[in-house]
């Protein structure tokens, strides 16, 4: 299955299991992809920006997303091929859309400044990966350093017919949202899907903006899969007050440095990842980081009884 165009819902972004040893944690990765996918999830991402794919050298890359690919069946898998250089993109790309993965999901190198520049390196990477590779644009400028304006997308998206969707992460990002949109309604641009990331940030009013979906990895991406099928079924207020219940927890989670690091930790307790760990180098989340996750949690299972982390049934 090859992503385009119409790809909407959530598609988790799937952090890398790891031992405390730092060996990769297979089974991990196992149970992760069921449950995404048991809990309605519509596609999932690998090898992004938090999942740690940096730390990984390339046979390990290659082995986790063939790993995920393989358990997924037949639901989409995005990876992650962001790269320094085109020859390791274009190899890692030539792996993976060999293995059936759906696409792939490109980010700007962080050099780039000037709109030749961005749009020449976009020009360059389809040419190196191939023009019939269906790929994401990662627009994240918080990490990147790298701000590309709503008319430098549409630029992008004029000149490289296999860009299927933008992975939207600017903020302030309303805007900008609204913008494409209209490229899309007064007929500049083409039709593209926008799914969300910034652990879902500011999810509840880009729904109401027009996207697609999110792209991210809140740890509760049932909250995330219910909340935009209730925002598409024009249930705006129950919507928005699913997505209030989480904001607390969702926005420590968001934390740059020790937000993956809260992530895992949730994912282990409820059940998915067998530790918590990152590999080195690393923020870890301390005892008290620990507490006010656990705080977090308990008050919100007052409002979501996901939050009380029952054990769960899941295939190994």
């Not at 696409?103 to 050099?111: D, K, R």
Request: with cysteine; net charge negative.
């Amino acid at each position: 299955m090859n992503l385009d165009s119409k790809a909407c819902g959530v598609f988790a972004i799937a952090p890398t299991p790891f031992h405390e040893d730092g060996a990769i944690d297979w089974a991990s990765i196992d149970r992760m992809v069921d449950f995404y996918f048991e809990v309605g999830c519509d596609g999932l991402t690998v090898l992004g920006l938090l999942g740690e794919a940096g730390k990984l050298d390339p046979s390990e890359a290659l082995a986790v997303a063939q790993r995920v690919i393989k358990r997924a069946g037949d639901k989409p898998v995005i990876v992650g091929v962001s790269s320094p250089g085109f020859a390791a993109m274009r190899a890692l790309t030539r792996s993976v859309m060999d293995c059936g993965a759906a696409g792939v999901m490109i980010s700007p190198a962080s050099t780039l400044r000037t709109d030749d520049q961005i749009t020449g390196y976009f020009r360059g990477a389809v040419e190196a990966i191939g023009a019939d590779v269906p790929w994401v644009l990662q627009d994240f400028p918080l990490i990147t350093d790298v701000v590309m304006t709503p008319g430098m997308i549409r630029r992008i998206v004029t000149e490289n017919p296999s860009l299927m969707v933008l992975k939207h992460e600017d903020w302030p990002g309303l805007e900008k949202i609204s913008a494409l949109r209209r490229y899309e309604e007064d007929g500049s641009m083409r039709h593209i899907s926008i799914l969300v990331g910034n652990n879902g940030l500011f999810l509840d009013f880009e729904l109401d903006r027009g996207v697609d979906g999110a792209n991210t990895g809140y740890a509760f991406p049932d909250m995330l899969v219910e909340c935009v099928r209730l925002a598409k079924e024009g249930k705006r207020n129950a919507a928005h007050d699913l997505f209030d219940a989480h904001l607390p927890l969702l926005r420590y989670e968001q934390q740059v440095g020790v937000g993956l690091a809260a992530r895992k930790y949730i994912l282990k307790r409820r059940g998915i990842l067998g530790s918590d760990a990152m590999r080195k180098p690393c923020t870890s989340l301390t005892a008290t980081g620990r507490a006010e996750v656990d705080y977090l949690m308990d008050r919100l299972a007052l409002r979501d009884a996901r939050a009380e982390c029952k054990p769960r049934l899941v295939r190994v």
